[in-house]
């Protein structure tokens, strides 16, 4: 898609539709389209449409101007709108128009520029919200949006803006279309190809087999894999950037989780293909940060695996030696997300890294706390804490901290081992964290439960259903804004 910036007016702008957002309340604003276009626009604000958020009206653009349509697009009350409003009703005029089978479309940013609001945020949206997924299908979707044209004054900070926009964009789709693919398809062998092709000059990509687990000691990791005819797959990227320390990015990358012997229920298992969405992001952030050249260093860790009740698989009860050397007594095999990560985290330390920040689907109890709206973050680490909350409200990849109170130590106390990998349905969200943070110890380290926000079950304005690739954007600012 091409993405083009032109210094002309909206009614010199020839194209499919042109996007005109609006305040709710303010019919007047666009004079310059003439008295008739105000006339109209008048008569629609007194009956379909008043400016109210992600609100539409898509009409037929008045006679002497270039634009065959106008699509007009609430931003809600003016004093509240924000980057998010812009971000939302770009996703929402986008996806609204490639449905109509618009294929050339601009956008005016005359009242974006005069609300000093971000004009990228609207592209932003758009691109997040044009995203389908068609592999599986017989008839492709045939409509595609082939242009945006932003109306505006180019400058370099606005190229810059949109390179950025667009590269991370890129990637987000790249972790939405590993998650959507199917588990057959996406088996651990699969999530390393993804890895493999990532490789060039700055960025290395090593899969270590079983039997590399097995001499590195990962006893945790490979007892969740013990039931599955697929060989594991431990992933570790790295992208060199800079000297200096790097950051140590995990993602949980179960393949399928069944829940093991722990079996799940029936209803709903189809979507734990899913249950590799921090995996996914991982890889999201790296390709973005090695496609822009960022000066940084990174390592990525996908500790791969699916999660199945064979006839070897891990039963309740079973003890599990980490790679730090503490002891698992596993409780329940469907709390396996933990003890890949636990691994991860151990080998993650071996890089001395600045910091770690596991990104995993582990909990139901993370939906039951906070619904689909808000990703749970807990973590040893102020400062990497506070970073990580200033880039999910950039991003509106929102995150809600949980404590981790030193009380929860004893909810994951074992008879027989050093730790015990369930505490039980009370506190299942933190204390899961805590048994992460047994690993962690001192190292700077935060966790992101994404199990709620990882999958989406109904079209939001820039996030269609199925997976949404969350916190590819908010690492990636993260990364950008580091201080």
Known sequence: ???????ISGTNCACDALILPFVEGDSEFYKE???????????????????????????????????????????????????????????????????????????STTLISSLKLPLVNLVEGALLGLYTFNRYRKEKNSKKVESITILSKSSKRLADEL??????????????????????????????????????????????????????????????????????????????????KPLA??????????????????????????????????LGVIKAA?????????????????????????????????????TVEII????EGRLVVADAIGYAKRFKPKAIIDIATLTGACSVA???????????????????????DNTYERVWEMPLLDEYKEYIKSDVADVKNTGGKSGSLVTAAYFLYEFAEKTPWVHLDIAGTAWV??????????ASGICVRLIMDLIKNWK
């Open 1 to 7: 898609m091409k993405i083009l910036v032109k210094n």
């Open 370 to 392: 906070l619904g689909n709206e808000a990703i749970a973050m807990m973590g040893n680490d102020r400062k990497l804490l506070d970073k990580i909350k200033k880039s999910a």
């Open 290 to 326: 090695s496609a822009l050249k960022l000066p940084v260093n990174l390592i990525g860790i996908l500790p791969a695996t699916e999660n199945l009740p064979g006839g070897s698989a891990t039963k309740p009860g079973d003890i599990a030696r980490s790679i730090t050397g503490k």
């Open 163 to 244: 390179k950025w926009t667009r590269t991370v964009i890129s990637s987000v789709y790249f972790a939405r279309d590993l998650i959507n693919t199917p588990s057959n398809d996406m088996t651990p062998s699969d999530l390393a190809n993804a890895a493999v092709s990532l490789r060039q000059k700055n960025l290395s990509v090593k899969v270590m087999e079983k039997k590399d687990a097995e001499k590195l000691g990962m006893g945790a990791y490979l007892s969740v894999a013990k039931g599955s005819k697929e060989p594991p797959k431990f992933i570790v990227l790295e992208y060199k950037g800079s000297k200096g």
């Open 249 to 282: 990015l995990i993602g949980k990358s179960i393949t399928f989780d069944s829940g093991g012997i722990s079996l799940k229920p029936s209803d709903g298992m189809e979507k734990m293909k899913y249950d590799m969405a921090g995996g996914a992001a991982v």
């Open 33 to 107: 389209f003439g008295t008739a276009f105000q006339k109209q626009i008048r008569k629609a604000f007194s009956k379909e449409f008043h400016g109210k958020r992600n609100e539409l009206l898509l009409m037929p653009a008045p006679e002497g101007i270039k634009p065959e349509r106008i699509l007009l697009v609430g931003l809600g009350k003016k004093k509240e709108v924000s980057a998010e409003n812009i971000r939302q009703a770009g996703g929402k005029a986008a996806a609204h128009l490639c449905g109509q089978g618009m294929k050339k479309i601009a956008v």
């Open 332 to 335: 329940n095999t469907d709390a």
């Open 457 to 466: 079950e109904k079209d939001k304005p820039y996030i269609p259903k199925g």
